[in-house]
């Protein structure tokens, strides 16, 4: 079965876009981004944007704290097969619109790539756009090989772009 990507959350005065690759069978199920209780993703915006209490909040104020500090938040795949939430899984992907969604949003300095899959794809699809492009340690529980200090050691760069 194809699995597909949610619309971006995105505002005019986003300033940093975070993407990830594509939606697990987590957030597929419960229609929202990082939806498994183990990704970090949420506890790692949160330190960016130094609201600590991110992940408590609903999904939907999750999202507006994230818009309220110029942050948006998409992913790099439009749509693919992929059985199971492994980045390593997905087969005959079909890239996001990306530098289509970069050119309506005037006051982004960078984005923040979340992992290794969003990076690759990603970093091809918006290179030479004069964009910072950032590359985060994945916030998925699959990447348990890096430590929470040293994950938020590298998201926490992001934070002298909101300044």
């Keep these: 079965m194809r699995s597909s990507a949610f619309p971006p959350v995105v505002a005019p005065q ?4 975070l993407l990830g690759s594509l939606p697990g069978a987590a957030s597929l ?8 209780p183990r990704n970090l993703f949420w ?3 949160g330190a960016v944007i130094e609201r600590e209490d991110l992940p408590a909040l609903d ?9 309220s500090h110029d ?4 992913d790099t795949i439009a749509s693919a097969l ?3 939430s492994l980045d390593s899984a ?3 992907a079909e890239a996001a619109p990306l530098r289509e969604l ?18 690759r794809i990603g970093r091809r699809a918006l290179d030479g756009t004069g964009l910072a492009l950032v590359d985060l340690p994945s916030s998925s529980p699959a990447n348990a090989s890096i430590s929470l200090p040293r994950k938020l050691e590298s998201w926490l760069t992001l934070q002298q772009f909101l300044a």
């Design 43 to 45: 506890r790692l915006a």
């Design 102 to 119: 970069v050119a309506t949003l005037p006051a982004l300095r960078a984005v923040g790539f979340n992992g290794a899959a969003a990076a």
């Design 14 to 17: 986003v300033r940093i876009l």
């Design 82 to 84: 992929r059985p199971g």
């Design 59 to 67: 999904y939907d104020a999750r999202l507006a704290a994230l818009l």
């Design 90 to 92: 997905i087969r005959q």
């Design 29 to 36: 199920a419960a229609a929202r981004y990082y939806a498994h």
């Design 71 to 74: 942050i948006g938040l998409w």
